[in-house]
């Protein structure tokens, strides 16, 4: 199976797949065990399709980076359930799937989020951005500042994926803020009920072959203090 990219990050190996059509479903789903492929057998086509690219994805990389795993089935809030030892996330977009699988590292927990690189055909900027996000993106040019608004979203997709092992809730896009830094970097604030933190928050993003691939890393603050 050829990735469209493999590639070594500062969280973990990334490893990204093109979903195919229902057609040719069949070569990706081959990579799977029974018990993995049984859990998509009742959904629609597009789930189906984007869920076994996934899964794919997944298991390529694992194999890829010597992790043995056995079926990777979900958890209640949907999440791959890895081995002890392994750390792992999945995201996928329209044509393309993507897994990021580490070693763990501590509590570590990480997050994968892929995006299309393109402009964003409505403006989301109310909905996930927080009122000191919008005021620092504002004097974008239109294509920059919504560029920048995608940008964030997609750090904050990979931001909740990392935090949900820990606080097992949805978590609102004003929960977080994000400031994107041009070394590839972003500065994290989390605006979390005390009783739920602190956590210490690393992102990394890349903009590759017409993708923004974005990754976090969180694991609880060692100090006591403000959600970070």
Known sequence: MEPLFDLELA????????????????????????????LATSWAPARRRTWIAGRAALREALDRSGLAAPAVLGDDRGAPVLPAGVVGSVSHKERVAVALVAQARDDARIGVDVELDAPLRIDIARKVLTEDEQREIAALPDAGRLAEVRLRFSAKEAIYKALDPFVRRYVAFHEVSVTPTSDGGATVQLHLPPAEGPFDVEVRWLRRDGLVLTTARVRRAVSSGANR
């Open 11 to 38: 969280h973990g190996r990334a490893l990204a797949l093109a979903i195919p059509d229902e057609g040719d479903l069949e070569r990706l789903a081959a990579l799977l065990a029974p018990e993995e492929l049984s």
